[in-house]
């Protein structure tokens, strides 16, 4: 019997999903009772756990996914803190402003590095400030900015000469 061109297509698809026709069975013939039996399984049947529904309830689990969530961001922060607290409070690191802007600046834009790794890079990459230089420049960057306005060396304190002042007032209450 010839297919037709449909029939061939749709058997090129299938290619070795098609079942192999059992032998004496006729090809288009209707499956055995058994292998109907065996395929098609009621709804109704418990799977083999017993529960037709097992697991936990929704309500178990949100109160378990909002547990978790909550435990989680609180370990998140708290694991982020102690990094930030190790890559600023490293020895080399600390008290440098220099260093501690450049550890702050790589660890937010590094998030995958650990603070230990932060502190060394910064320690290897970056040259340490002195204090006194920080200081004395400071100074100068305030009195450049100011400019004329800066205040000159401080002025005499000025003193009162009493008796002067007495002595022109009781000239003045004579005369008048």
């Known amino acids: 019997m010839a297919k037709s061109i449909l029939a061939a297509i749709h058997d090129a698809m299938l290619g070795d999903a ?3 026709v059992p032998e004496g ?3 288009g013939a ?3 009772d058994a292998n109907q039996k065996e395929s098609a ?3 109704d049947d418990a799977p ?3 529960d037709k529904k097992p697991g936990i309830s929704q309500a178990e689990h949100d109160a378990a996914v909002t547990a978790a969530s909550e435990t989680g961001k609180a370990e998140g922060a708290k694991a982020e803190s102690d990094r930030l607290a190790a890559a600023l409070g490293a020895e080399g690191v600390k008290g440098d402003g220099g260093r501690m802007a450049a550890a702050l600046d790589l660890a937010i834009k590094s998030p995958g590095m650990s603070g230990a790794d932060v502190a ?3 320690v290897a990459n970056v040259s340490p400030t002195k204090a006194a230089d ?3 420049s400071y100074e100068q960057q305030r009195l ?3 400019g004329p306005a800066a205040p000159s060396a401080p002025a005499k304190k000025a003193t009162i000469d009493t008796s002067a002042i007495y002595a022109s007032r009781r000239k003045q209450n004579q005369e008048g």
């Open 18 to 20: 098609v079942e192999p």
């Open 25 to 27: 069975a006729e090809p």
């Open 30 to 32: 209707p499956a055995s």
């Open 41 to 43: 399984m009621s709804k």
């Open 48 to 50: 083999a756990g017993g």
């Open 120 to 122: 060394a890079f910064v």
């Open 134 to 136: 920080t200081a004395a």
């Open 144 to 146: 450049a900015a100011a």
